[in-house]
């Protein structure tokens, strides 16, 4: 409760928008499109510059995710050796073990 979005609309719509006017103000100066044609470009250029945005931090957070795990790997079961399921697991779900303080 509470949360207003507000982060997620500056992210969906504030920032390619204002990617896509950049954009839009170069392009069209560069070819002098008149109005009605720059009008035209921006739905098909917004959608664009909006993909190319999202799915390039998608893949910002993925690579960071895959430096973070080489740097500070998933601890190990001290029974089995094999890798936790998370960093606070208190309990190894290949061999069972169990070390939950009560
Ligand atoms: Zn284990």
Redesign the pocket.
Known sequence: MGYSHLSTFIYIAVIPGAITGLALGYIGDRFELTSLQRLIAAVPLWLAILSGWVFGMAGLAYLFGVALALIYPMPR?A????PLLCRHAEQ?F????DWHKT
């Open positions: 079961c029974c089995c050796g094999q190894c290949h061999c069972g073990a």
